[in-house]
């Protein structure tokens, strides 16, 4: 009796599992789960964790075996969808950002995406102009420090805070004098509302880039925003494609096709290529997400959708949540007191630090590098040496799966790496997706071929311990194998190409011999089945069957008596 006890203990131990979902200030929430939990089990624990009720605009992601990002899916298992070793890892992210963050109801969701935007300047997905940045990070310093006090802070107090991947001394002075003189008496709540009212305008906000290709082989880096579909290429926004003129997205292998119908009824196909299969699906889930979410008037007009055509097997997927007129409708009607906040202040963190313990960023570029080993997917791996180190800023991604990489950089002392007053330059600082453990140290090494500068932990950690030459010589020989080992979209155009007429003809061999059997059964066969007796009793059948069969037949059986005839006498 008592072992059954405790085999049937062990085997309920056996199907919980434990997760642990990094939030957006840092902290940790671990919970346990059972085997058949599904995501949305998760997501309401974690929502009731954080007094969340607008809860729409969240999610949980996650970086698989692969190292590929996803997004958990509420309507299925947790553990089938992680395909992972427990303890399971995710992080607690906004998933929607909303058109107008300032009317969102309750200010606990304000803070929330308040964190995740704040987290978006430091790693550089939110670009904007140097007077922008500016003033963006006085809100910052307003909200976590409250009014500026000489007798606590000390003049160069800005410079104490790590607010962008880079910054200089000029802009660390603005900073500071836009929060003594301008924003004096702010509570840490109008602070973060003013902020997010200047985020919103921003033609970066709301995006989360995902690297890809053109036709012609550069890099481009797709996004989709509460507005509309966003393509960052180069130092300009080449594309930005409302909701309403986005007809289909439909992706094939590391293929991606978004199709547009436009005023006057001009319809055109954007096509580009993803580093992956499975990062080129991830992006067209998320297109598919993000348009339902955006675009519709009811969650009940979603419909499933479908990637294949007649002749690709695809995959279909199918948005499952509330649409954001609805949350919009919904959050009206939410009546409670408004529930505490516990703002986290300028507390060192893993992933998004606002303090940094070290010198000050400096404009002048590295002459060595380090390989630094470590995952820079916002927190989702664990930093292992540090419990408070600084993320390395990505590089561009074409100078990670891209033979072609920027080669020329403008230095100047007064140069900020991602806030720039001309026009934004998405491929110097956003993250891409997605990371292998590997990609880091390519990334790296390409940009110390570059001068490309990079962050204060590097900084440090590079003179404890640098690269030898033979190691930096492995490292090098495997980003030209990398670098080559890609082949052109010309050459997988023209392959795919190939497989559609092999499929094609499959096809066509495949109904001519099943119209010919169907043709065999109806003239040889003697079946008295009221279908084919009613075909062969119409005159337009017998007239085929005495004008055209059974001539071809007499003739078809005289070749063959006659190579027989010839087989006998040779």
Not at 128 to 155: R, V
Not at 234 to 239: A, I, L, Q, T
């Amino acid at each position: 009796m008592l072992s059954r006890l405790m085999s049937g203990s062990s085997r309920s131990l056996e199907r919980e599992y434990s997760c642990t979902v990094r939030l957006l200030d840092d902290s940790e929430y671990t919970c346990t789960i059972q085997r058949d939990a599904k995501g949305q089990y998760l997501f309401d624990l974690l929502c009731h964790h954080l007094n969340l009720l607008e809860k729409d605009y969240f999610g949980i992601r996650f970086v698989d075996p692969d190292k590929q990002r996803h997004w958990l899916e509420f309507t299925k298992s947790v553990v089938k969808q992680l395909r992972s070793q427990p303890p399971f890892t995710m992080c607690f992210r906004v998933k929607f950002y909303p058109a107008d963050p300032a009317a969102l109801k309750e200010e606990i969701t304000r803070y929330l995406v308040f964190l995740q935007i704040k987290r978006d300047l430091y790693h550089g997905r939110l670009l904007c102009k140097t007077s922008d940045a500016a003033l963006l990070a006085a809100y910052i310093l307003q909200a976590e420090i409250g009014d500026y006090d000489s007798g606590k802070h000390p003049e160069g107090y800005s410079s104490k805070f790590q607010f962008f991947p880079k910054h200089s001394e000029k802009l660390e002075r603005k900073i500071a004098e836009i929060h003594k003189t301008e924003l004096s008496g702010q509570t840490p709540a109008t602070s973060e509302l003013n902020f997010l009212r200047k985020a919103q305008t921003l033609e970066t906000y709301g995006v989360d880039p995902h690297p890809c290709k053109d036709v012609s082989g550069n890099a481009a880096f797709l996004a989709f925003t509460p507005f509309g579909f966003v393509v960052l290429q180069g130092n300009k926004r080449v594309h930005f494609i409302k909701w309403n003129e986005v007809t289909k997205l439909k992706f094939e292998g590391k293929t991606f096709y978004l199709y547009v119908s436009q005023k006057e009824e001009k319809k055109i196909i954007l096509t580009y290529f993803a580093p992956t299969p499975e990062a080129c699906k991830h992006l067209w889930k998320c297109g598919i997400e993000n348009q339902a979410f955006y675009k519709l008037e009811k969650s009940s007009q979603v419909r499933t959708v479908s990637s294949s055509n007649l002749f690709f097997k695809g995959s279909r997927f199918r948005y499952s949540g509330r649409v954001a007129k609805e949350v919009m409708e919904s959050s009206a009607k939410i009546k409670r007191e408004p529930p505490e906040i516990h703002r986290a202040g300028m507390v060192p963190s893993r992933s998004c630090p606002s303090i940094t313990h070290g010198p000050r960023l400096s404009s002048v570029p590295r002459t060595r590098r380090r390989a630094v080993h470590i995952s820079i997917m916002e927190g989702l791996e664990s930093l292992r040496d540090s419990a408070h180190s600084t993320p390395v800023r990505s590089s561009s991604h074409g100078d990670t799966f891209l033979p072609h990489v920027r080669s020329s950089r403008t230095d100047s002392n007064e140069r900020v790496a991602v806030i720039a007053d001309e026009a934004y330059s998405p491929a110097d600082s956003v993250l891409p997706t997605p990371v292998a453990e590997h990609s880091l140290e390519l990334m790296l090494l390409s940009r110390q071929i570059n001068g490309a500068t990079c962050s204060i932990e590097e900084e440090k950690e590079s003179e404890a311990s640098t690269p030898t030459a033979t190691e930096v010589e492995a490292l090098g020989g495997e980003l030209r194998a990398l670098c080559q080992g890609h082949s052109g979209p010309e050459e997988e155009q023209v392959n795919k190409f190939v497989l559609s007429v092999l499929r094609l003809l499959l096809v066509t061999m495949g109904l001519l011999f099943v119209l010919l059997l169907l043709l065999i059964i109806l003239t040889e066969s003697d079946l008295d089945i009221a279908f084919f007796r009613d075909i062969r009793q119409t005159p337009e059948f017998e007239q085929f069957h005495y004008q055209y069969f059974c001539p071809l037949r007499r003739w078809f059986a005289c070749k063959i008596r006659s190579v027989v005839s010839l087989l006998i006498d040779t």
